[in-house]
């Protein structure tokens, strides 16, 4: 909650809700007063209203009491009791004269005839019809009557009858008189009345009579409460009462009967004053109360207002701006509020001490932070750094600025970034609240800013609070360690004088290798080397110069072995057994021929004249090899048998390689004889082409002849080529053989030509290092040039195989698109037995796909083979591509071919392949295909 902002539930809001508690029952007992003050006033203007009802009622009694006197008086008189109507005349005649009060008096028979009156009126009147009459007959006592319009006199009058009895008791006659109703009103004239206050005189039926103030307003008419007041008068005398007028204004009224005797009629006086005239006062000094109390209420609340912020807030403000600054890692502020010995300043003055020591606790860890030799770094919840030491700044070459904010990660190299952020991932997600210890140790390689990388032990801790989660970590480089590690182990693995691995080694790498050989259903061979002639040059020239030798021959055999080399690989190995003995471990091999050619590198590079000091050397090596698992399968016999091998190879004369089996010596035996007559049989002239026809399906005319080379041996006769292009492909001779070939082909096109036969393709076979060989564009040129082929001729085409130019597959489009370019056409080897890359096939510029004999040899028995035959003529006719069978030996063969819309063919079915000679008769004959 921020200070300042009013809260329900701030500090503010609860001692103003205790000022409300306290000033709550002076309100009330304020406005109970009021209330109380209010009731004693309506008590008393009733009170008064009533006895001013009594006072009006009183002498308004007088004129009716004085009337009835004066009537009951008359009745006595003889004249007018049982006088005849003329004495009767004579005693009333002029007897109100001059008197204001009574309009008439007169007498009446027990009929209700006009006797004899005041005025002398003449002619006959009857009155038994008038209600005072008959009331009077009726209740025998005097009435008085309601209000009405005197028949005699016609004005607006009230009277009084009294009936008059004789001895007997019967009413003989009945004396009247008649009021002027303005008496009435000429008394309330004189009353002083309070504001407001009215006065009425009404009759029986509420007609009011007299009234005061406004009478000629309301004379002759119905009082309203009229009704009311009859109603409750039946009951009692007098009373009170509050009602609203037809002008909304509430009243209070008062009334009282003018007549003890109801029987004798009813005339009541009403009197009404406004409610609101009655109140006005109580009401004004209720407001009054009431202002002055909201008036010191609400200054109660102003100072308590301010008095809260002056007394309590500003102090609380100050504790809680420091306490946040302390959180936010400011140990240096201070409430900085004055002494006191309230409870406030003593609280700030323990939060100024606390915070004291914190700072001092903070300075004392930052400044051991600083001097501590290992780098510390505090990193967030999303792997940002927040906080790094001085030892990190120097560990690291970047400054704090450079590190706060960025992902940890920037010190880790960035091949090792991904898995270190997996490694921060998981160790956030075991955390728990609180504070876990340093203490997990972690080796990972760091990274400076300047990228180079050092090896570092990392201890972490992590801190989880509400503000967040913190990794601590603790960097130590360990750089020295490890190298003292690493020089440790290579001492103990490694030979000291040449750096090679050490017999230990060997063995340790050779137990996993042949682990690995047997997953890989591969093979393995140990070479067991030993110096032929080292004896003599330690005990002629002495240990140093055998040193010295021994340090040359080990890195002759390393570079022997060098990466790039075509058969050796990463994982082969030498190592130094002792004295002049070496073991070579060759990994992954598939083919013996590979161990026999890399045996043959060793002892070229080993048989080259050394030279130390001005000193030339010779030595030679004798090698024994052993092949895991064929030989055996365990390491001791494996080097055993490996040492027995070298043995023989000293015993067959020295600076040779001996396989441990008899049966592995004889392959190596035919195929270096192989190759020792290959490097002289080009020189002899012993190689010759013979030429294969390939022949148009459809037309059955033969267009085009395959080169194939042969080896005319002068002992073992006719070598075809696969017992020796293997060899020559493996020893390099393969180039200057192919290079022959392609110009004696060329040639013998050329010569075909001349000689007028009809014109074909020649097809030569390019091997894999011929096709890779970097001049081979300048010798295709050559070829074609010295034997005078046009290039636009179509006269020559190179066959190349499938997997030759799935290799290496951008470099192959090139060359292909180098030889298109010079009007070679091409033609895919061998199809079908590689995994060709349909979209790379796309792009080559080839002309022919050539289907592998070993799909056609069996295209009419086998339904798989036929069915590859068939795609294989269906995609590369999509290609816009020729199709060549090769192999094809029967009718029925060609029969299914040309069902599949295969293009051409060649094979024992038209013809083997023929010295050129016979296939000049053939073209001259020009033989077709049959059928
Ligand atoms: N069973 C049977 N075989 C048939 C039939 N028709 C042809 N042949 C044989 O099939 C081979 C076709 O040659 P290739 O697939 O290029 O296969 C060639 C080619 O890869 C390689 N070769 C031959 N001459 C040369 C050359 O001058 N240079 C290179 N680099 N390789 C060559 O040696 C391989 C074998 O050549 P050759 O022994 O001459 O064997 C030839 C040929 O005599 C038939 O109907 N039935």
């Known amino acids: 909650m921020a200070l300042g902002k009013f809260t329900f539930s701030g500090v503010r809001a609860r001692v103003l809700l205790l000022v409300a508690l306290a000033v709550a029952p002076w309100l009330a007992i304020t406005i109970y007063h009021a209330i109380e003050e209010r009731g004693v006033a309506i008590d008393a203007a009733q009170e008064n209203t009533l006895r001013l009802a009594r006072l009006v009622s009183f002498e308004q009694r007088e004129t009716i009491t004085h009337s009835s006197a004066l009537l009951q008086a008359l009745s006595t008189l003889p004249e007018i009791k049982n006088g005849a109507p003329t004495v009767c005349q004579q005693r009333l005649s002029g007897m109100f004269e001059g008197d204001q009060h009574y309009t008439n008096i007169g007498v009446l028979d027990a009929r209700g005839t006009l006797l004899c009156d005041a005025l002398a009126t003449q002619g006959s009147h009857w009155f038994g019809d008038r209600d005072w009459f008959q009331q009077a007959l009726k209740t025998r006592q005097l009435f008085i009557s309601s209000l009405m319009i005197g028949r005699i006199t016609g004005k607006t009058v009230l009277v009084i009858a009294q009936p008059i009895f004789n001895e007997n008791g019967t009413v003989m006659r009945v004396a009247w008189t008649s009021i002027n109703i303005e008496w009435f009103q000429h008394a309330l004239k004189q009353l002083n009345l309070p504001e407001g206050t009215t006065v009425s005189v009404m009759d029986v039926n ?39 007028g037809a002008d909304g204004i509430t009243r209070l009224f008062a009334y009282h009967r003018l007549l003890e005797n109801p029987k004798m009629g009813s005339i009541y006086v009403s009197v009404t004053t406004p ?52 959180a936010q890692g400011d140990f240096s502020a201070r409430t900085q509020l004055a002494q006191g010995t309230d409870e406030l300043s003593e609280l700030a003055s323990v939060f100024d001490n606390m915070a004291q020591s914190l700072e001092l606790l903070f300075q004392q860890s930052q400044h051991i932070m600083e001097v501590t030799p290992e780098a510390i770094i505090v990193s967030n919840s999303s792997g940002k750094i927040v906080m790094a030491n001085a030892q990190t700044e120097r560990l690291f070459g970047y400054n704090r600025d450079e590190m706060i904010g960025q992902a940890i990660e920037i010190l880790v190299p960035e091949r090792l970034r991904a898995g270190h952020t997996v490694h921060r991932g998981a160790y956030m997600a075991t955390a728990a609240p609180g504070v876990r210890a340093m203490g997990e140790r972690r080796e990972l390689f760091a990274r400076r800013k300047d990228g180079t990388e050092f090896p570092t032990e990392i201890s972490l801790g992590s801190l989880k609070t509400e503000n967040g989660y913190f990794v601590i970590s603790a960097v130590r480089d360990v750089s020295e360690r490890k190298q003292f590690e690493t020089q440790i182990l290579h001492q103990a693995t490694h030979d000291s004088l ?62 022997t072995l060098r990466k790039d080399d075509l058969v050796a690989r990463d994982d082969d190995l030498i190592a130094r057994q002792g004295g002049d003995e070496f073991t070579i471990l060759l990994q992954g091999i598939s083919v013996v021929d590979n161990i026999i050619q890399i045996a043959e590198k060793i002892l070229a590079a080993v048989s080259r004249p050394f030279i130390v000091d001005s000193h030339e050397m010779h030595v030679t090596a004798s090698i024994g090899i052993t092949i895991f698992p064929f030989d055996d399968t365990d390491i001791q016999s494996l080097l055993r048998n490996a040492d027995t091998a070298m ?68 002992e073992k006769g006719l070598i075809p080529p696969d017992k020796f292009i293997p060899v020559a492909e493996e020893s390099g001779l393969i180039v200057p053989i192919g290079e022959w070939v392609l110009r004696t082909a060329c040639r013998q096109n050329k010569a075909w030509q001349n000689m007028g036969l009809p014109h074909i393709r020649m097809a030569v076979n390019l091997s894999a290092r011929q096709f890779r060989q970097p001049h081979l564009l300048t010798v295709v040129a050559k070829a074609m040039e010295d034997a005078g082929l046009d290039p636009n001729s179509d006269s020559l085409e190179l066959e190349v195989t499938e997997s030759v130019v799935m290799k290496d597959l951008e470099g192959t489009i090139s060359t292909l698109n180098k030889l298109h370019a010079m009007g070679v056409r091409l033609s895919i080897d061998d199809f079908g037995t590689g995994y060709s890359s349909l979209s790379y096939l796309k792009r080559f510029p080839i002309n022919t796909l050539k289907i592998d004999q070993s799909f056609v040899r069996d295209i009419t028995t086998d339904a798989d083979d036929a069915a590859i035959a068939s795609t294989i003529v269906t995609l590369g006719h999509s290609l816009k591509l020729r199709i060549i069978a090769e192999g094809v030996e029967t009718a029925q063969q060609l029969a299914l071919l040309r069902e599949m819309k295969c293009d051409e063919m060649q094979g024992y079915y038209f013809s083997k392949p023929l010295e050129a000679a016979e296939l000049e008769k053939l073209l001259r004959e020009e033989r077709r295909l049959s059928g």
Do not use: C
């Open 647 to 714: 043995y023989h190879a000293k015993e067959n004369g020295k600076n040779n390689f001996q396989f441990y089996t008899a049966a592995m010596n004889a392959v190596v035996h035919d195929r270096m004889e192989i190759e020792n007559g290959l490097r002289h049989a080009l020189a002899k002239g012993e190689l010759v082409l013979h030429y294969q026809p390939q022949v148009d399906i459809a037309s059955g005319k033969m267009i085009a002849v395959e080169a194939l080379v042969r080896w005319a041996h002068p």
């Open 206 to 244: 509420g007609i009011i009579m007299a009234q005061h103030p406004d009478v000629e307003k309301y004379i002759g008419k119905l009082n309203p409460l009229a009704p009311l007041v009859q109603g409750i008068l039946a009951q009692k005398k007098e009373g009170l009462g509050r009602a609203k």
């Open 498 to 559: 040449t750096s090679l691995p050490n017999r230990i080694l060997f063995h340790d790498i050779l137990a996993h290798a042949m682990a690995h050989a047997l997953r890989t259903e591969k093979l393995l061979a140990v070479l067991f080397l030993d110096l032929d002639g080292f004896k003599n040059i330690n005990d002629n020239l002495g240990h140093e110069y055998g040193d010295m030798l021994l340090k040359e021959i080990a890195q002759r055999l390393t570079a």
């Open 275 to 326: 409610t609101d005239i009655l109140f006005a006062k109580s009401g004004r000094v209720f407001a009054r109360d009431l202002g002055i109390l909201g008036l010191t209420i609400a200054l109660i609340f102003i100072l308590t207002w301010f008095g809260t912020d002056i007394l309590v807030l500003r102090k609380m403000k100050a504790l809680i701006q420091s306490a946040k600054r302390i």
